[in-house]
Nanobody
Framework: QVQLSESGGGLVQAGGSLRLSCAASGIIFSIHSMAWYRQAPGKQRKLVALIRPSGSGSYTDSVKGRFTISRDNAENTAYLQMNSLKPEDTAVYYC?????????WGQGTQVTVSS
């Protein structure tokens, strides 16, 4: 049974930081790309950051220079370090794992940034 469990969300003031974690089980973590998506109220879910099995990462333009995605294959965990948070970063953040035709999602964690 595949499970992705996000944690680390919460309420933070603008300019603050949060670190999201995504603990995976039931998959061969090291061969999966890991990604963070977010969905604001009334909007579509969008890709925020992706890290490949090789460790290379990519980001949507709005978070470049502020967010850092990383992974620890020994701990089967992916992270999203979010700095200089802005109110427009407020959303439910979802972790996703993908490899070939396999795609898995976590349940999401709320991030709220107050102005």
């Amino acid at each position: 049974q595949v499970q992705l469990s996000e944690s680390g969300g919460g309420l933070v003031q603008a300019g603050g930081s949060l670190r999201l974690s995504c603990a995976a089980s039931g998959i061969i973590f090291s061969i999966h790309s890991m990604a963070w998506y977010r969905q604001a109220p009334g909007k579509q879910r969008k890709l925020v950051a992706l890290i490949r099995p090789s460790g290379s990462g990519s980001y949507t333009d709005s978070v470049k220079g502020r967010f850092t995605i990383s992974r620890d294959n020994a701990e089967n965990t992916a992270y999203l370090q979010m700095n200089s948070l802005k109110p427009e970063d407020t959303a439910v953040y979802y972790c996703a794992a993908s490899s070939g035709a396999d795609n898995y999602w976590g349940q999401g964690t709320q991030v709220t940034v107050s102005s």
